[in-house]
């Protein structure tokens, strides 16, 4: 699908405000609300809008540590990595989970409470992981910046 500048204008205040109605979203992009409609359903029908969330703030529902964690697995066989990334996609503390090229083989984004309640996903979840051979963990001392939006 081509996106074109209407497109992006919508994508962008969709961004922002992923609750506002269509009227208030034609209003802000200076289209009809039946041509917006019509293009935020085509961008919907095509995967570039997969879906509408609520962001949480981690430090209201007690998720204050967000810890990186360097993965290396045994191998590097096509069956090991299925079988880690099935694992790991079971744990709901771990955000993001990425397959690197470097050092490490993964690199997962945890949240947690604390130190101490990291140790407990620590200790029940990722050193249960399928054929890890290293785990590296880094707690982050302070989010400078944060965003979801992609630029378009």
Known sequence: MKIDDTDQRILVALQRKGRMSNAELAEAINLSPSAC??????LEGAGVIKDYVALLDARKIN??????????????????LD????????????????????????????????????AKIHRARLSRLPHVAQMQSSFALRTV?????LPV
């Open 145 to 149: 910046f944060k965003t979801t939006a």
């Open 37 to 42: 409609y019509r293009r935020v359903q085509l």
């Open 83 to 118: 079988e880690f990334e099935r694992a790991v996609a079971l744990i709901p503390d771990v955000l993001e989970c990425h397959l690197m090229a470097g050092a490490a083989d993964y690199l997962l984004k945890v949240v947690a409470a604390d130190t101490d309640d990291f």
């Open 63 to 80: 998720r204050r540590a967000t810890v990186f964690v360097e993965i290396t697995l045994s191998s590097q066989s096509d069956k090991v």
